[in-house]
């Protein structure tokens, strides 16, 4: 019998590694994680074939894949985190089947970032999340680009982790 993406060994953190947790993404999205999730937030870690989900307060809030933490599109807070590039219409169909972002998709850049930073990728009619990415570029040179691929895409609506997601 094959084990199931979804089958899941969940438990909650001891305070110690809590607080090593709270302090990484603390220092790696820049935010006030005690404003953010309460001064004793409940830190669950579910492990799946996909990703380790981390559970704060009970929401899958982050995932870490291949040692990198990144904040999940479930996350409504996940705007606030990320800088935004915005796509037109005629991207969405092509993101959320996984495809990297390219410069033509491109409407608009928001926020600065480095190489290698996360970035949100939003729709430009209701500026709903689509996925997350990582920079192949910081964003002054991003501005300039007229052609190429610009964010590699790790995660997006409809992918695996996103269904192991909606099941949690």
């Known amino acids: 019998m094959a084990v199931s993406e979804t089958a899941v060994k ?13 302090l990484e993404l603390s220092q790696k999205f820049k935010v006030d994680t005690e404003q953010l999730f309460g001064p004793k937030p409940h830190i669950e870690l579910a492990e799946t074939q996909v990703a380790e989900i981390l559970l704060v307060n009970r929401k ?3 995932a870490r894949i291949d040692e990198n933490i ?9 705007s606030s985190l990320l800088p935004k590039i915005v796509v037109d219409m005629g991207a969405v169909p092509h993101v959320c089947n996984g495809a990297d972002l390219m410069v033509p998709g491109v409407v608009q850049i928001n926020g600065n970032f480095n190489t290698n930073d996360f970035v949100l990728i939003v729709d430009e009619r209701h500026g709903k999340p689509l996925a997350i990415g990582v920079a192949l570029f910081d964003s002054h040179a991003m501005r300039k680009m007229k052609r190429g691929k610009i964010v590699k895409n790790i995660h997006y609506v409809g992918d695996k982790l996103w269904e192991v997601l909606k099941k949690m």
Do not use: G, S
């Open 10 to 22: 969940r438990y909650f953190l001891k305070e110690k590694a809590a607080r090593q947790l709270l």
């Open 60 to 62: 899958p809030l982050f």
């Open 70 to 78: 990144l904040p999940t599109l479930i996350f409504n807070e996940v």
